[in-house]
């Protein structure tokens, strides 16, 4: 898997949008760029996965420059439970299958 | 959807002892279940990967003699942690992936808190 790179903390306002930069310039042709989170004694749960297109779910936005070299999570409006640490992973399904987490962002969503 | 059941969710025991952690695949069958430890405030470390009737591969710096990993079934595999020790004590997930799932086919488990008193 390619490495990833992400700002180790950040901060947000309850109902102001997140937006969680990942950097992954060396990401293959293969590998999508996924994203999970981790509230605090929990599993990872996983958000939204791309590869080139931006996507957009019920819980977030993906947007992947055209350069595929990094990427953007978006949380259009920000709750308090959306409070976890946010991991950015580049995998391909020609890997050995292994999910690599880097360190991730914890993101701090305050009232 | 797809659900990983892990048990115990937490687990206190005296150093020397053995803890069993089971991870099981409620509602597919997994080709293949990861094992990952998380100390505070760190990121998730892989400790092995099993395969459904074959030994795991276990990653680099990890004792296999002591983390003991069966993967009898495509829905349930084990982690005993053996003799262990305060140093042992972390939080321990489990993944299992789908056979028919692709590259969304990781679903994780809620995690197991081990404290070696």
């Known amino acids: 898997d390619a490495k990833t790179t992400q700002p180790t903390s950040m901060d947000c306002a309850e109902g102001r949008a997140a937006n969680l930069p990942c950097n992954h310039s060396?990401?293959?042709?293969?590998?999508?760029v996924y994203w999970y989170r981790q509230i605090h004694s929990q599993g990872p749960q996983y958000i939204i996965h791309?590869?080139?297109n931006n996507e957009t779910n019920e819980m977030a936005s993906l947007i992947i420059t055209e350069d595929r070299k990094s990427s953007t999570l978006i949380l259009p409006h920000a709750t308090l439970r959306d409070t976890a640490v946010y991991y950015c992973i580049a995998h391909g399904s020609s890997n050995t299958g292994k999910l690599i987490f880097g360190q991730g962002t914890t993101l701090q969503v305050k009232p | 959807g797809a659900v990983v059941s892990q048990h115990p969710s937490w687990v206190i025991c005296k150093s020397g002892t053995s803890v069993k952690i089971e991870c099981r695949s409620l509602?597919?069958?997994?080709?293949?279940m990861f094992w990952y430890r998380q100390f505070p405030k760190q990121s998730l470390m892989l400790m092995a990967t099993?395969?459904?009737?074959?030994?795991?591969?276990?990653e680099q710096g990890v004792e296999k003699d002591k983390f003991l990993i069966n993967h009898a079934s495509l829905t349930l595999s084990t982690l005993t942690v053996t003799s262990a020790h305060p140093e042992d004590s972390s939080f321990y997930i489990c993944s299992a992936r789908r056979i028919s799932g692709g590259l969304l086919g990781y679903t994780f488990g809620s995690g197991t808190r081990l404290t070696v008193v």
């Open positions: 099993s395969n459904e009737g074959s030994k795991a591969t276990y």
């Open positions: 509602d597919f069958q997994a080709t293949t």
């Open positions: 060396t990401i293959s042709g293969n590998e999508y």
């Open positions: 791309g590869l080139k």
